[in-house]
C-alpha cells in the first residue's frame, strides 16, 4: 500500500476533499485486503457499460485495492436461448432451466466472465476468472425449476489465493451439487451468500439506474433501514423490481456487521461512491436508531461530551450541561451522532451538530439530519468560515449570510426582520467549544 496514498491524490483530487480522501484511504487501509468490497454486475452492464467497468476495477487496482466481482448474463442468456428456439419460462421470477437450457447457460455464462477478464487484462489489470468451485448447491425444486439450485455453502479458498496475488477474482454464478452436477444460480442469491460468507465492508451493485429513484424519478442518496425502511416500503410508488430489491438488500444487510454498506451505482462513478461523501448513487445501511429527548436527562453526557470533541477536535466547556437547556437533542442510539437544539426568542437554533471521524461517510449524519428536519420546520445556526460540513450546510439552507470569520444559515424563516434577528444571534452567542491549548474565546463554532 505504500504507493497507494499518491496514487489516489492524484486521481481523485478533481472529486473529492483532501480530508475525504484521507478518510478513505485511511478507512480502507486498514482492512483485510478480501474485506474490501464485492461488486455484482448485471448482465446488462456486461452488454453495454464494459469499458467503464474495466475502467473502475482498473483504477482501484491502481490504488492498491482488489474488490471481488460476481457477474450474472441475463440479457445475454435471453438472447442466446431465443437464438437457439429455447422458450423463456419463469416461475416465482425464476429461469426454469432444462438440460439443453443448462448448457446454454453454462456456455454464455463462461462467455461473459472471459470478456470481462480479458477487458480487464487488456488494460494491464490482473484477474483471475473462477467458474467453479465457489458456490456449493442442491436442486432448488427439480420438479417445478429443473436445473436451479440454491446455495447451500460458499467456498472461498480461490477467491483468497486471487487476492492474495493482487488479482481480481471474477465469478461466475454457477452452482454445483456434491456431486458434481452443475446448476444454475439466481445471481442475485449467489450475490447474496458470497457477502455473506466474506463479510465486505462495501458492496456495490451496478446498474443502468445508478440507484434507487422516488416518486419524482429522482436519485435517493442515501437510505437508512434503521430510520427510513418501514416508511420507504409504506410508499406506493415503490413497487415492483425496487420494492424488491430493496427487500433483499434489507435481509442483506441485517445478516451483515453494522459497519457494512451497500451502494447501488453506475460502473463509471463506481470510485466517486466509494471515496467522496457526497457519493454518487444511493447508499444504504443498517444505521442506528435516532432517539429524542427535551432534556438531558436519561443522557450519558460523558459520552455526548466525548462525542461532541472529538466531532469538532477541541474542547467543550466544563458547564455546559449544566448552562444549557435543550429544547431537543437528537443522538443516535450508540453515540455516534448528536443534534442539539435550543429555543431562541421563538426561534430553534441548532447548537451543535456532531458525528464521530469513524461514522463520517456512512450516511449516519444524513439521517440523523433528516430526522431532525422533519420535525423542525424552521432552524437557523453558525458554522466557522471554512469548516468543511459547509458544502453539507449550504446545499440545506434556504439562505446563508457571511461575517467575520462565520456563516450564518437558516432555512424556513421567510421575513427579513426576523432573518436578521436570527443573524445577530447567532453572531452574539458566547463560546462553548475552545482550543484544547488555549483559553476559552468569545465565540465559537455552533
Known sequence: MKNVRPTILRLLSGMASAREIQLYLKRFSQLDADRFAVVKVGGAILRDRMDELVSSLAFLQQVGLTPIVIHGAGPQLDEEMAATGIEKKLVDGLRCTTAEGLAVVRRVSQWENFRLVEALQSMSVRATPIHSGVFESSFLDQDRYGFVGKVEGVHISGIEAAIGADSIPVITALGETAGGQILNVNADWAANELIKKMEPY??????????????????????????????????????????????????????????????????????????????????????????????????????????????????????????????????????????????????????????????????????????????????????KRGNGVNEFYFANADGARKEGGWTVFWYGIGEWETIQSAVDRALARRATLHDQDQRPRDKDTP
Open 202 to 383: 462495501k458492496i456495490i451493485f451496478l446498474t443502468g439506474t445508478g440507484g434507487i429513484l422516488d416518486e419524482r424519478g429522482k436519485l435517493i442518496e442515501s437510505i437508512s433501514l434503521s430510520t427510513q425502511y418501514e416508511e420507504l416500503m409504506r410508499q406506493p410508488w415503490l413497487h415492483s423490481g425496487m420494492r424488491v430489491k430493496l427487500e433483499q438488500i434489507h435481509d442483506l444487510l441485517m445478516a451483515l456487521p453494522p459497519s457494512s454498506s451497500l451502494s447501488i451505482t453506475t460502473p463509471d462513478e463506481m470510485a466517486k461512491e466509494l471515496f467522496t461523501h457526497r457519493g454518487s448513487g444511493t447508499l444504504v445501511r443498517r444505521g442506528e436508531a435516532i432517539l429524542e429527548h427535551d432534556s438531558w436527562d436519561g443522557l450519558d453526557t460523558d459520552r455526548l461530551r466525548a462525542l461532541i470533541e472529538s466531532s469538532f477536535g477541541r474542547r467543550l466547556a466544563a458547564d455546559y450541561f449544566e448552562t444549557t437547556h435543550p429544547h431537543r437533542v437528537y443522538l443516535s442510539e450508540h453515540y455516534r451522532a448528536a443534534i442539539v437544539l435550543l429555543h431562541e426568542a421563538g426561534l430553534t437554533y441548532m447548537d451543535k451538530f456532531a458525528v464521530v471521524d469513524d461514522a463520517q461517510g456512512e450516511g449516519l449524519g444524513r439521517a440523523i439530519w433528516d430526522v431532525m428536519r422533519a420535525e423542525n420546520p424552521s432552524l437557523f445556526w453558525r458554522s
